[in-house]
Nanobody, 120 residues
Framework: QVQLAESGGGLVQAGGSLRLSCAAS????????MHWFRQAPGKEREFVAA????????RYAESVKGRFTISRDNAKNTVFMQMNSLKPEDTAVYYC?????????????WGKGTLVTVSS
């Protein structure tokens, strides 16, 4: 069974940085676009970033452009998200997901999430 395991979340002060990782197992990783979503307390889950199968195309939500960078290592079946200049409003559970393309609205697989808390 496919597993996506996020890690790297934690507590950080505003202005700080974190690097999230998502390791995939039992997944043909290089054939999927990979996505990051987040869900803040009391809010709906929202798109954060996506990267194409080869890593050549990426997409970002406006709220994180210029601060977050998505990348992937197909040899290690892992997708990353470097988060810089973190703000309290970035506090959320972050999920990685696998989809057919960077523009896909439907994900085939989801991880269980990792909590990011940004203190002011």
């Amino acid at each position: 069974q496919v597993q996506l395991a996020e890690s790297g979340g934690g507590l950080v002060q505003a202005g700080g940085s974190l690097r999230l990782s998502c390791a995939a197992s039992r997944l043909a990783f290089s054939t999927y676009a990979m996505h990051w979503f987040r869900q803040a307390p009391g809010k709906e889950r929202e798109f954060v970033a996506a990267i194409s199968r080869s890593g050549g195309i990426s997409r970002y939500a406006e709220s994180v452009k210029g601060r977050f960078t998505i990348s992937r290592d197909n040899a290690k079946n892992t997708v990353f998200m470097q988060m810089n200049s973190l703000k309290p409003e970035d506090t959320a559970v972050y999920y990685c997901a696998a989809g057919s393309s960077v523009d896909s609205g439907t994900m085939d697989y989801w991880g269980k999430g990792t909590l990011v808390t940004v203190s002011s």
